[in-house]
């Protein structure tokens, strides 16, 4: 099956440092990438949809300038949480799309990676 | 606007026993539906889909799911539960109609599965 690797798996940083967290797919190109933002106990909330070569879309209330997404080849997509706070410690998931999966909309998600700001 | 409701925060049910997790739905149109599983500190993981065909879906790891239009639901099931099912489950749909950046998935609020001895 379709493989995403997002990196790190764990982050410790201080507050007012960025943080770069990397997804890959692996065995496919992915056209469409999605970051989500997990909080405890909680479900998915989607960050923002990015596609390859062009700016990524945010949802409502995410803000751009603090989590700057980069898609730029078919099978990278960056995260970087700049000028962290304590607030933006969460669990942050990556999903990639097969471009030949485009109709149905069928996700590969990553392992996703744990950002803790001191 | 699409919507997903999983009506159960948590499913306690005994090994051995049959489990179910219930998922309702709501799309404009005609939906593509899809199970995933999430174990602690881990990624999501594809269990099974309906896109067309049959209602009841076959999946990994045992499970299926019954496509029903009418109730517009999308049930996931399976006839012995084991200890090592216990995990976070979402459910989530997609319009088929929707293309581009509306072709995102919505998920449910997740249920949590804990099979006991």
């Known amino acids: 099956g379709a493989v995403v690797s997002q990196h790190p798996s764990w982050v410790i940083c201080k507050s007012g440092t960025s943080v770069k967290i990397e997804c890959r797919s692996l065995?496919?190109?992915?056209?469409?990438m999605f970051w989500y933002r997990q909080f405890p106990k909680q479900s998915l909330m989607l960050m923002a949809t990015?596609?390859?070569?062009?700016?990524?879309?945010?949802e409502q209330g995410v803000e751009k300038d603090k989590f700057l997404i980069n898609h730029a080849s078919l099978t990278l997509s960056t995260l970087t949480v700049t000028s962290a706070h304590p607030e933006d410690s969460s669990f942050y998931i990556c999903s990639a799309r097969d471009w030949r999966e485009t109709n149905t909309g069928e996700l590969f998600f990553g392992e996703g990676s744990r950002l803790t700001v001191l | 606007a699409q919507s997903v409701a999983q009506p159960e925060d948590q499913v306690n049910v005994a090994e051995g026993n049959p489990l179910t997790v219930k998922c309702t739905y709501s799309?404009?149109?005609?939906?593509?539906l899809f199970w995933y599983v999430q174990y602690p500190n881990r990624g999501l993981q594809f269990l099974l889909k309906y896109i067309t065909g049959d209602n009841l879906v076959k999946g990994s790891y045992g499970f299926e799911a019954e496509f029903n239009k009418s109730q517009t639901s999308f049930h996931l099931k399976k006839p012995s539960a084991l200890v090592s099912d216990s995990a976070l489950y979402f459910c989530a749909v997609r319009d088929i109609r929707a293309t581009g950046t509306a072709s995102k998935l919505t998920f449910g609020t997740g249920t949590r599965l804990q099979v006991t001895l």
């Open positions: 065995d496919f190109q992915a056209t469409t």
């Open positions: 799309v404009s149109g005609n939906p593509y």
């Open positions: 990015s596609n390859e070569g062009s700016k990524a879309t945010y």
